[in-house]
């Protein structure tokens, strides 16, 4: 199993940037795709961002693409979303989740998930 804890949340105002760390210990880190979703109040959890076990492949949904990249760091067990030009439809709990089908990262069906971090865009 792996354990994620995310971290660097905070408030922005729209336009600004913010970076998400997800650290992960237990089972080797590299066996696992990783992904970010975000939950907002009353909407179900969506997907934004996934990565390979490599890095080799990435995906992100056409809400974010161009303004959020992810990135990992397999040495240092991390996963990182890169998040520039927020938005306040950018608000919501952010989650990381680790996925054993390493090589997609469309992250169908993660197993693991994180406790999240907040991010709130104000305008």
């Known amino acids: 199993q792996v354990q994620l804890v995310e971290s660097g949340g905070g408030l922005v105002q729209a336009g600004g940037s913010l970076r998400l760390s997800c650290a992960a210990s237990?089972?080797?880190?590299?066996?696992?795709?990783m992904g970010w979703f975000r939950q907002s109040p009353g909407k179900d959890r969506e997907f934004v961002a996934g990565?390979?076990?490599?890095?080799?492949?990435?995906y992100a949904e056409d809400s974010v693409k161009g303004r959020f990249t992810i990135s990992r760091d397999n040495a240092k067990n991390t996963v990182y979303l890169q998040m520039n030009s927020l938005k306040p439809e950018d608000t919501a709990v952010y989650y990381c989740?680790?996925?054993?089908?390493?090589?997609?990262?469309?992250?169908?069906?993660?197993?693991?998930w994180g406790q999240g971090t907040q991010v709130t865009v104000s305008s």
């Open positions: 989740a680790a996925d054993e089908v390493a090589y997609s990262a469309r992250l169908s069906r993660p197993g693991f």
């Open positions: 237990g089972r080797s880190f590299k066996y696992y795709a």
């Open positions: 990565i390979s076990w490599s890095g080799g492949s990435t």
